[in-house]
């Protein structure tokens, strides 16, 4: 079989993207079933089967090893699914964000997406240290108290947070100059 794999993607490579849909056909089946697995839903499975597929046919070219072609599109799987969960992570805690700025009080936190969506992305002991502070309400010394942490932690964990939320919007704000 890695023989009849060879011959489809060196026809690709020759000019022959037609070619392609047969090793789609091919491989599809299993590449849901393995994506299926890895993100818990048909739907999300069908997606990142897609992305994988139009991902391989473009990076073709940097297929060293024909005959290694289903281990490098499982590879390919593997990076579109990671990325997919990740997405989904972040737009879940964009979600807890938002639902615990209202709650506290906060509108303007759901107002400014960008700044909503560098929180949603620091690391959890970061996250949770800004939301308590600055849109809980609390006091460093209430904070420290709530986590069971040292008042020093927290305010080296608040100045952490500010650099890292400081850093991600500078990015954003680069992306959007870059776009524009």
Not at 5 to 15: A, N, P, Q, T, V
Not at 26 to 52: F, I, M, W
Not at 114 to 121: D, M, N, P
Not at 151 to 169: C, F, I, N, W
């Amino acid at each position: 079989m890695p023989d009849t794999d060879k011959y489809y993607i060196e026809r690709c490579l020759d000019g022959h993207p037609d070619d392609f849909r047969y090793l789609v056909r091919r491989y599809q089946g299993v590449l849901l079933a393995h994506l299926a697995g890895k993100l818990g839903n048909k739907d999300s499975a069908e997606e990142a089967a897609q992305e994988t597929l139009v991902r391989a046919y473009f990076n073709m070219g940097k297929l060293r090893k024909t005959e290694s072609f289903f281990p490098w599109l499982l590879g390919i799987s593997d990076r579109v699914a990671k990325e997919q969960q990740r997405k989904e992570q972040i737009r879940r805690q964009r979600e807890a964000i938002r639902s615990y700025s209202e709650e506290a009080g906060s509108p303007e936190l759901s107002q400014d997406y960008a700044l909503e969506a560098a929180i949603a992305e620091l690391p959890e002991a970061y996250r949770r240290v800004i939301l308590l502070r600055y849109y809980g309400g609390y006091s460093c010394s209430q904070v420290a108290e709530q986590f069971d942490m040292p008042l020093g932690t927290v305010t080296k964990t608040l100045s952490r947070a500010y650099a890292m939320l400081r850093e991600s919007l500078q990015n954003q704000n680069k992306e959007e100059i870059y776009e524009v």
